[in-house]
């Protein structure tokens, strides 16, 4: 099956360069010159990945991808020439999966998207025969991780997790009270030839928190363990 590409990008150059070399990699892709353009096209139909400036006119990146979040779990990279760790940050905080800086190579961006791809079509299948966990069962409403269903809850409450923080917190709940490195979830989240920054899993983890957490400023459930990694402790 053919995956279907938008990508968001204002620089007429940079989205006809990452269009043919994408297109060679087996893309069908979607262009857009603007945040609302985007927006417009995702709620008539939704691509299957996203390639998102931050840079833009009008609506900016970090409003479009939050935008898109709130309805959609299709994977997301940034692809900025902002540098600044705040920025990198707040992108990923926004929603997004991967950042890449400009300039890039597309051999780098094809390496991500495929990633992502394979962490996407994984999900069922690995995690299809596991049990119910109940990760915090204080209270009247437990936490509870479906493995077969895809999905976490709280009590009959739907959580809604991105693609990449199910797998982190699935990654965490296959061995609970065991810590894992952020390398170690680098190279079971995001495959094993990934090359980016180790502070991408210390975003997700925070995002993931903030969903889970009965207080998120004080974790009870995914617990920092310093200088080693993060550990699941179900309650």
């Avoid at 691509?47 to 935008?67: A, H, N, Q, S, Y």
């Avoid at 693609?163 to 952020?182: F, H, N, Q």
């Avoid at 993931?208 to 080693?228: M, Q, S």
Wanted: charged share 30%; glycine share 8%; aromatic share 4%.
């Amino acid at each position: 099956m053919t995956n279907r590409l938008l990508i968001v990008e204002d620089d007429d150059r940079i989205r006809t360069a990452l269009r043919l070399g994408l297109e060679d990699e087996g893309y069908v892709i979607i262009e857009s010159g603007s945040a609302e353009a985007a927006l417009a096209e995702v709620a008539d139909a939704p691509p299957d990945l996203m390639i998102v400036d931050l840079m833009l006119g009008g609506i900016d990146g970090f409003t479009c991808i939050r935008e898109i979040r709130r309805q959609h779990d299709l994977p997301i990279i940034i692809v900025s020439a902002r540098t600044d760790t705040h920025d990198i940050v707040a992108g990923l905080e926004a929603g997004a999966d991967d950042y890449v800086t400009k300039p890039f190579q597309i051999k780098e961006i094809s390496a991500r998207l495929r990633a992502l791809l394979r962490r996407s079509g994984s999900t069922t299948a690995d995690d299809s025969a596991g049990a119910d966990l109940v990760i915090d069962s204080v209270g009247t409403t437990p936490l509870v991780l479906s493995p077969r269903a895809g999905v976490v809850r709280r009590g009959d409450r739907e959580i809604h997790l991105t693609l990449t923080e199910y797998r982190v917190l699935s990654e965490l709940a296959s061995e609970p009270g065991r810590v894992i490195s952020r390398r170690g979830l680098l190279e079971t989240v995001w495959n094993r030839d990934y090359f980016g920054d180790e502070r991408i899993v210390d975003v997700h983890v925070r995002r993931l928190r903030t969903k889970i957490e009965p207080d998120p400023a004080n974790p009870c459930l995914v617990v920092t363990v310093r200088g080693l990694g993060y550990r699941l402790d179900p309650r």
